[in-house]
């Protein structure tokens, strides 16, 4: 679906892994990062104003 939809769309297809070879050449998945996101900031914002 997303070699579709990258092939329809070239600004998706630049953003988002859209073939075989984008997806192999990640290192990280996004949600990962996301993920370290939404640690870090509960840990500033919410456990030490505790």
């Known amino acids: 679906m997303a070699e579709q939809i ?7 297809g630049r953003v ?3 073939t075989e070879a984008d ?6 998945y996004p949600y990962d990062l996301y ?7 509960w840990n500033r914002e919410v ?4």
């Open 23 to 28: 997806w192999a050449a990640m290192t990280y």
């Open 47 to 50: 456990l030490r104003k505790s």
């Open 16 to 18: 988002y892994p859209a």
């Open 6 to 12: 990258g092939g329809q769309d070239k600004l998706w």
């Open 35 to 41: 993920d370290k996101k939404i640690a870090d900031f």
